[in-house]
């Protein structure tokens, strides 16, 4: 079965998927103005300008069907409360959006011992979802995309983000996920508005988690980033078909837990790609050859400030030797002295045994 993802802008978004009915598992849209359509299949529109010339905003997760019968395996379609979904024999993908103010009934927000609605809601999603992939079987997550206003923020005198890495790990614990090391891959981004948005890939078959060596585990950081740490891994490595993924992490210029060159875009960018290499370099380790590389992969480019764009996408230009496949997209990192964040998901034939690795 498999996956297949495709890049392009939003119109071509919306020709594509009428062609690809049968095929289209979800969507991730980024783009400032109201992009309706496409509601036909989980869709998670991002309100934040794409910085780039060519506006490639969309995501599409496709079914891989290129050595299948298309009709011996049609994908389905479900909502479960605020969840949409939509799945094939293997993998699921869905997206849920939750309104903070709908968890504010109740709670009095002049107590300083209430939990923040960000929690809440972080909490809430986090259950729904879990409680639809173990009912229907696909309950291993690949991959998660958060998204929420106001990352940088703080009430209940905690960061907004520290809330979301509460509410994350709260959950995971109930579930009996908390292990490091099945972590799913991640982001966690900000946006100007909007609601708590979470995207995540699923599916019936365990992936192995991968860790960066320059980098300590986000689930071992010392407690000045939080009260409870964050849930996820540098990446996860997934055999699919005849085909291995790797979802990359959202990734920045950390070393070890510590943020370097707080204020300088050119070495931060430099810093990410040296912890994308050394992602990608302990994937490759773990494969029976080399498997993956930067060089022919599309990257996802979250900038704080959108006047760092050229900076930062001649960094890439530079390291690439002049070939980048990339959106760029403008979003606030989750600490506030990162000032980009990339992320990947490369897919590669597989002529290996995964047994090996799993
Ligand atoms: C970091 O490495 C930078 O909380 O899900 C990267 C990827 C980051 C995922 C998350 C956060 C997350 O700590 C931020």
């Known amino acids: 079965m ?59 997760w496709l079914s891989d069907l290129s050595s299948e019968n298309t009709s011996s395996n049609p994908l389905v379609s479900g909502n479960k409360e605020a969840i949409q979904y939509r799945l094939n024999g293997e993998l699921l993908f869905g997206v849920i959006r939750l309104d903070e103010l709908e968890f504010s009934q109740g709670q009095s927000q002049q107590n300083e011992n209430a939990v923040s609605l960000l929690q809440q809601a972080t909490e809430s999603a986090y259950r729904q979802i879990f409680a639809l992939i173990d009912d229907l079987g696909y309950s291993h997550v690949y991959r998660f995309w958060n998204y929420m206003a106001h990352i940088n923020g703080a009430s209940h005198d905690l960061e907004r983000y520290h809330q979301f890495n509460v509410g994350r790990k709260r959950v995971l614990m109930q579930s009996g996920r908390e292990a490091g090391s099945e972590l799913p891959a991640a982001c966690a981004l900000g946006l100007a508005n909007g609601p708590l948005s979470i995207a995540f890939l699923a599916g019936k078959n365990k992936a192995v988690a991968i860790e960066n060596p320059r980098q300590i585990k986000a689930y071992d950081y010392p407690r000045q980033y939080g009260p409870l740490t964050p849930s996820f891994s540098r990446a996860t490595l997934l055999h699919s078909g005849n085909k291995v993924t790797l979802f990359i992490s959202g990734t920045a210029s950390i070393v070890g837990h510590q943020t370097q060159h707080a204020s300088d875009v050119a070495a931060q960018t430099r810093e990410s790609i040296l912890n994308l290499e050394a992602v990608i370099a302990e994937a490759n380790r773990m494969l029976d050859e080399p498997r993956f590389s930067l060089h022919d992969t599309f990257l996802r480019v979250y900038i704080r400030r959108s006047e760092d764009l050229d900076v930062v996408r001649a960094e890439l230009q530079n390291h690439l030797e002049g070939q980048i496949n990339a959106m760029f997209i403008q979003a606030d990192i989750c600490r506030h002295d990162l000032l980009v964040e990339i992320e990947a998901s490369i897919q590669s034939v597989a002529e290996f045994d995964m047994a090996k690795v799993a």
């Open 2 to 60: 498999g996956i297949k993802i495709e890049y392009m802008p939003f119109p071509d978004a919306q020709r594509q998927v009428q062609t690809w009915q049968d095929r289209v598992l979800g969507i991730v849209c980024f783009n400032e103005s109201n992009s309706d359509g496409l509601n036909e299949v989980p869709k998670i529109h991002l309100n934040t300008p794409v910085l780039a010339g060519e506006n490639i905003a969309c995501e599409i």
